[in-house]
């Protein structure tokens, strides 16, 4: 009888310490590759969880990449379209986009800031810090400048913190340089799923022709890597 009533209590304190609450797996945890699960993220500032929360609606919406990459008059604000040129918070058909439209829309859900207008306010300030005479640009033009990405390289060096292409969180931007011609032609955000210590990254791209989540941070020459402040 004694012997049973070991058993039986040996029995509950196991059952009772698998149901216990795990340690929660965390950035570091991913740093060390200890998961090949979504991080953790409750070490993340609220600023880096509106921008994820940001870039998984941009996710949900899986708009296609625009092809024709073309010279497009923003008509669209808040998916509507309005029938003339919008700014601040333009936008082509929401239906559409390339990678830059990512980070627009992303930053734009997530209530964090408009890049159309704040790279249209810092190009009338600076003008000589962004590479405008590449496209023979001589005045700002708020339908295409916050949708390059060479621009938008600028803008977040100087705002968002700059960082080694190491230490990945969720929600940060990731630039790259893929025909080695020193300038970034690429853009993407941080998702929160890793896999062995490398993070899936959400971005627009001609393959698969809409916004995806996928393994390709290390695909191409990596050239910015940045995260919101505070």
Known sequence: MILKIIILLFCVSSLLSSCSVENPRTISDVK???TKDSVYNSELTENQKKV???AKKCLADRFEYDNEMAYRVLEYKDGK?????VFPLGDLDPKLGVCTDVTIRAL???GVIDLQEAINNDLKSSWSSYPM???GAKKPDTNIDHRRVPNQLVWFKKFWQELEYTDWQPGDIVVWDMNSDSWGDHIGIVSDKFDGGTPYIIHNFPDPGYVAE???LNKWEIIGHFRIKN
């Open 108 to 110: 734009r859900y997530a």
């Open 52 to 54: 994820l929360e940001g």
């Open 81 to 85: 379209f309005i029938g003339g040129k």
């Open 214 to 216: 996928e393994m390709v």
């Open 32 to 34: 060390k590759g200890n």
């Open 133 to 135: 005479k590449r496209w």
